[in-house]
């Protein structure tokens, strides 16, 4: 029988689902981002006008520095949780996706083994699945796709927010 390797974390990452999730965050990282850029402009005018600002105004623009900072570091948070939240389901559903690949695989290819191939020291190059992996895991999202649109897509934006980036489990 034939032996294949795949490597999964790369199947995940050319997901066409999971480079959607990832594209669906970035409004979000790039408002942290901004927000992040304005606290350190904050932090400059600060040093700038130390020298002729009253120490009540000093004390008032640092709280609202620290207020900012606390707010960001919160929102970065729950950014962060709502992106391993989204990572956590897309590999779930990687998962029971690839089961089924690797089935047809095995029934209809011959293949007799299929391995991660982090597991694996060397192999020839093609034993490696991957590419076709990731291929039949699109096209299978594709012909999906007019059925659950609808459903998919209200269920990502009511989770929407920044990189969905996790290591899927073989």
């Given at each position: 029988?034939?032996?294949?390797?795949?490597?999964?974390?790369?199947?995940?990452?050319?997901?066409?689902?999971?480079?959607?999730?990832?594209?669906?965050?970035?409004?979000?990282?790039?408002?942290?981002?901004?927000?992040?850029?304005?606290?350190?402009?904050?932090?400059?005018?600060?040093?700038?006008?130390?020298?002729?600002?009253?120490?009540?105004?000093?004390?008032?623009?640092?709280?609202?520095?620290?207020?900012?900072?606390?707010?960001?570091?919160?929102?970065?948070?729950?950014?962060?949780?709502?992106?391993?939240?989204?990572?956590k389901?897309?590999?779930?559903?990687?998962?029971?996706?690839?089961q089924?690949?690797?089935?047809?695989?095995?029934?209809?290819?011959?293949?007799t083994?299929?391995?991660?191939k982090?597991?694996?020291?060397?192999?020839?190059?093609?034993?490696?699945?991957?590419?076709?992996?990731?291929?039949?895991?699109?096209?299978?999202?594709?012909?999906?796709a007019?059925?659950?649109?609808?459903?998919?897509?209200?269920?990502?934006?009511?989770?929407?927010?920044?990189?969905?980036?996790?290591?899927?489990?073989?």
């Amino acid at each position: 029988g034939k032996v294949g390797v795949v490597d999964v974390l790369k199947v995940y990452n050319d997901w066409d689902v999971q480079k959607k999730a990832d594209t669906e965050f970035q409004p979000k990282r790039q408002e942290l981002e901004k927000k992040d850029q304005d606290i350190s402009e904050m932090k400059k005018s600060l040093q700038k006008q130390k020298s002729v600002w009253s120490a009540d105004k000093i004390a008032k623009q640092e709280a609202e520095i620290k207020t900012a900072e606390r707010d960001l570091r919160d929102q970065v948070e729950s950014l962060s949780e709502e992106i391993d939240k989204k990572a956590k389901g897309l590999t779930k559903e990687l998962d029971g996706k690839l089961q089924k690949i690797y089935k047809d695989l095995v029934e209809k290819e011959g293949y007799t083994l299929i391995l991660e191939k982090r597991a694996v020291r060397y192999n020839k190059p093609e034993m490696d699945l991957t590419k076709k992996i990731t291929e039949m895991l699109n096209k299978m999202e594709s012909a999906a796709a007019p059925a659950e649109s609808e459903k998919t897509s209200s269920a990502v934006k009511s989770e929407s927010s920044s990189s969905i980036s996790g290591s899927p489990s073989v």
